[in-house]
């Protein structure tokens, strides 16, 4: 059994929550010294959104090149967030941005994702961010159950803090 950390998968779904457990995600890494994974989880698309991408996007190659830009989107938003966040840092932990071995965006369910990439990764710990309320609650209540409930590592999950 490991007891060090050595390996940090944090997980993000762009709201705002994530960002304050990022910041928790940074104060760990910087005190163990582990490498820090970033890890965004886009859904599959449903069935009705893909039905009407077939009624806007009739040709195959359109419909490709709009799932493409889709995760593209993704991506960028993940780097746009991490360059606003960065500056918030305190100054002593500024150092971590070098242990960020990976940011990675994929699709799939968030929760069998999240635990894979643990494993693949041979992380020692898993952090993400929970939601006060709204749909968001329900979505991520759940993912956050299922991760805790499956992972075979210590798992953080930082609750909601309104500002």
Known sequence: ???????ILFTTDLSKNSTYALHHAVSLAKSTGARLHILHVAEPMSEDAR????????DEAARE???RTRGE?????LDERQ???WPTVAEENQSVRAQIDSIDVVEGHPAEVI???SRELDCDLIVLGAHSHGFSQTFLGSVAKRVLRRAT?????V???PE
């Open 83 to 85: 360059t606003a966040f």
């Open 1 to 7: 059994m490991r007891t060090s950390t050595s390996r």
């Open 153 to 157: 590592i210590p798992t953080l999950v």
């Open 115 to 117: 635990l894979r990439r």
């Open 65 to 67: 090149t709009a799932l």
């Open 51 to 58: 039905i009407t991408m077939r009624l806007f996007f009739q």
């Open 159 to 161: 609750p909601y803090r």
């Open 73 to 77: 989107y993704i991506k960028a938003e």
